[in-house]
Every structure is written in C-alpha cells, then in structure tokens.
C-alpha cells in the first residue's frame, strides 16, 4: 500500500537577501570563508574529552564554514564511543538510526558484499556525487549534522570534498533570485517510494532544496539523475541545472580532504562528495569510516557573516 507523500516545511519564498546586500554579504562570507578553511584543522588529544580551547576551535570553524576538521592525536585509541562523546559535547543528540545503522546509531561505511548493501553506493568503492545526508528522509528525521570518523583510509583515493551550503545558496543566488526561490518551494524536489531489499517501505518525499528554520539555513540535495523527480515548472529544472553548475564550477571553494586514521569531520550537513577508491588487497584493512547523523544543528558560539534576511 502507497505511503503517504511527507512534506518538508519550506522558506516563506521571501528572498533572504535584502535588496541590494547580497554582493556585500555574499563578498564578506566568502572572504572569512576562504580564511577558515585555509586553518580548518582542529588537533584534539582525546575526543571523549575536548578541552575548552578545541571545542571553541571546532565551534568557531562551523560557525564560519559550517564545518570543521577535527585531527586525533592518538588515533588507535579512538573508539565507537569516543566519537559519539565528541557529537554529545557538540550538543548533537542521539544518533540517527537507519537500516545498516549499528545500535548506536553509527554506521560503518567500508566495502560491503552483501546484497541490501550494494545497491547503495556508500557502501562500494565506487564515486558518490554531490549531496547532503537523508535527503529521502521525512521531516521529522531532517539531518542537520553529522560526523564523518576516519577508521582507515584506504590504499589509494577516497578523497572527501565538502562546500559550505550557505556559500552555495549565495552563488544560486546572485546567478539569479528566482533560482534560490524555486528551489525553496515545499515541492522542489521529490524521492518517490522505494521498496529496499529489507522489507522496508520508504515513503515518497517532497521537500525544498533550500529551507530556514529562524536564521539557519540548511539545504536537502542530490546530484543523482534517477529517481529524483523536480517540480513541473520551468523555472525548477533550470535553477537544478544551475545549482549542480554552481557546485562543479567553483573548485576554488571546495574544501577537500583525504581523511587519514583519526581524522575527521564534524559539519551541518553541508554539500560534500567522495571519489572513488581502491582497497588493500586484504578485506580486513579496507577503507573504513563511521558516520553518525543527528537532527540538530552544531550550534556556533561566534558571529559570523550570515546571509541577510529581508
């Protein structure tokens, strides 16, 4: 029996830069942008246990970028529940679970040979596109944040590339208004039903792209060509176009990381990507990294250069 479509709320369609401010907002982002990603990294002794400087540090860069780069000092010592200490001093909550989620709600991402697994490419060693996680998630599992922990790497490539969405937004934005505006109508973009190899039925999912919640933005995304359904007008299909330009065009603003053993990130579900990859012969040594996603946002202790709500 079909499910139920499941709406996400959606910006009001007010465009969030006042007229005339988007070149000078935008500029000024950009500019401490660029700065912070420039000293992205966060060393962090124990991850359990931040100190009051390496939390400050992790929140500054977010607040800044929306993401932040955190670099273990002893990285063999970092288990499960160290990664999940560092989300809790973040203020995160409990971990999203899913269907190959563990009971923590972490989920191991490595090359996996079984058949529910492989018909998702996070768990291949194939290329994954631009997007943000749980974009087919209903509203109330909207992924505001998630940590991405480097267990191994694997032998060659894997490299994680992420941009800050609000960066993005401003882009769409000053290419054309209506493109940002399109792309936050509460029917932009949907996921049709899907039936996986569980058992489980997943619902059809409408939602914008680009929605706020107070003076937060946050953006629901993916690059995937099938089974992804735009909204019928004309305006949608272009500002897609223009938004997948905006994200393949801008290199210089993509931050890009090849993730080593106990590094990792920590983000507002911000945009990223991973290249392909190659393993070690030996299947016990393969590319290995937990994820855990979380329905709050990291919370910034610092003023940063946000868009400019009208």
């Not at 960066?167 to 996986?196: E, F, K, Q």
């Not at 991973?274 to 040594?285: S, V």
């Amino acid at each position: 029996m079909p499910v139920p479509s499941q709406h996400h709320p959606a910006h009001t369609g007010i465009p969030p830069f006042a007229p005339g401010a988007v070149e000078r907002s935008l500029d000024a982002r950009i500019a401490l942008y660029r700065k912070t990603v420039d000293d992205l990294v966060v060393d962090i002794t124990d991850p359990a246990r931040l100190s009051g400087a390496e939390h400050r540090a992790l929140l500054e860069r977010v607040a800044r970028t929306n993401m932040a780069i955190y670099r273990c000092q002893q990285p063999a010592r970092v288990k499960r529940p160290a990664v999940l200490a560092l989300a809790n001093q973040l203020k995160l909550g409990r971990a999203d679970t899913n269907l190959c989620a563990a009971d923590d709600g972490l989920t191991e991402l490595e090359v996996k040979r079984t058949a529910l697994h492989q018909r998702y490419i996070p768990y291949t060693n194939q290329r994954l596109n631009w997007h943000t996680d749980g974009y087919y998630h209903p509203p109330r599992r909207t992924i505001r944040s998630m940590v991405l922990h480097c267990v191994r790497n694997a032998a060659c490539g894997g490299t994680l590339e992420a941009i800050d969405h609000e960066i993005v937004y401003g882009l769409l934005y000053r290419l054309d208004p209506a493109y940002t505006h399109a792309l936050s109508a509460p029917d932009a973009m949907t996921i049709p039903l899907n039936d996986d190899a569980g058992g489980k039925v997943r619902g059809v999912c409408s939602g914008p792209v680009f929605f706020w919640e107070g003076r937060n933005l946050f953006m629901r995304y993916t690059e995937r060509k099938r089974n992804i359904l735009w909204k019928g007008d004309g305006c949608t299909g272009e500002a897609a176009q223009a938004l997948a330009s905006v994200l393949e065009t801008n290199r210089d603003l993509v931050v890009r990381r090849r993730l080593t053993p106990g590094e990792g990130m920590v983000c507002n579900n911000v945009p990223h990507r991973r290249e392909a990859f190659t393993d070690a012969l030996d299947a016990q040594h393969g590319r290995l990294l937990y994820r855990g996603r979380f329905h709050h946002a990291i919370a910034p202790t610092v003023a940063a250069a946000k868009p400019v709500r009208q």
